[in-house]
């Protein structure tokens, strides 16, 4: 069996910049275990793997250990291949994923905008043992589908130097750790050492969490964030209550057959 596959710099304009993710067009569904292992081979923080469904995608997720609920980065990844690799007419895709969720994407130019369900993390007081895992003061602590760590500012944000171990222990998917920032409205970083990903360079799902805590506290809806990892990435953002739109740029940088 030969199948496609794309490498797709997602959040950013630029090869070897952003967030790369893996893509594979299917004619159906493989087996999870394949899926699995394809992830686990292509050793990115997710690969995504999408089947035509009438007049929409379906679209399902892979870390290198784990199958994800929501990504953002494999999502504007795939949405490159649809209509740069695959000839797709028009602007506008419509994505379903395993768990029921409609994402709808739209191509304004080079920029490709996700509309995805927010999930507004919950302010909660057990500081102490993730500032024993981040070894920086935190501020506020968060957490819905991963942890949300606030701290003073941009420059603790860049010069972390986190310990994976106690990180992979917390019953998170992911950690976020992010401030206000100097030349954007917030940046941030991601940490995920028990899904297979100890560091993800750009996290477009973390930003469904991130947007409604920071559009509450700049008190503005739109908004840019950079995430500061070495290869760090650019985010537009808009909050719209129980949704969030995120937006980014991507470049194609590989693409060839899988042969299982």
């Keep these: 069996m030969r199948i496609p596959i794309y490498q ?21 569904w493989l087996p999870d275990e394949v899926m699995q ?13 999408f089947v035509k ?18 990504a953002g980065h494999p999502t504007l990844a795939t949405a490159h291949v649809i209509f740069n690799e695959m000839n797709h007419q028009g602007d506008t895709i419509t994505f379903k994923s395993k768990i029921g969720d409609i994402l709808e994407i739209t191509r304004n130019k080079d920029i490709i905008s996700m509309n995805f369900p927010t999930r507004p993390p919950k302010k909660i007081y057990k500081k102490e043992l993730i500032e024993e895992a981040i070894g920086v003061e935190v501020e506020e602590f968060y957490e819905n589908r991963d942890g949300l760590a606030v701290v003073a500012n941009e420059e603790i944000v860049t010069n972390l130097s986190p310990s994976m171990d106690k990180i992979s222990k917390m019953n998170y998917v992911g950690l976020i750790v992010t401030s206000r920032g100097d030349n ?11 899904i297979g990903v100890p560091e993800d360079p750009v996290t477009g799902s973390a930003h469904c969490e991130l947007i409604p805590l920071w559009a509450e506290k700049l008190n503005k809806n739109k908004l840019i964030a950079k995430q500061l990892s070495s290869r760090e990435g650019t985010l537009y953002c808009e909050y ?21």
Excluded: H
């Excluded at 797709?8 to 159906?28: H, M, R, T, Y």
């Excluded at 292992?37 to 793997?49: H, K, R």
């Excluded at 969030?244 to 060839?256: K, M, Q, R």
């Design 8 to 28: 797709i710099d997602a959040f950013s304009s630029q090869p070897f910049k952003g967030n790369p993710a893996a893509v594979c067009p299917l004619e159906e």
């Design 37 to 49: 292992s394809i992830a686990m081979e292509n050793n990115l923080s997710e690969t995504a793997f």
């Design 53 to 70: 469904n009438e007049d929409q995608y379906d679209i399902r997720w892979f870390a290198p250990k784990i199958e994800i609920d929501l």
């Design 184 to 194: 954007v409205d917030f940046v941030s970083r991601f940490f995920a050492p028990q």
């Design 240 to 260: 719209l209550n129980d949704r969030v739109i995120i937006g980014g740029e991507a470049v194609t940088v590989l693409s060839g057959e899988l042969i299982i």
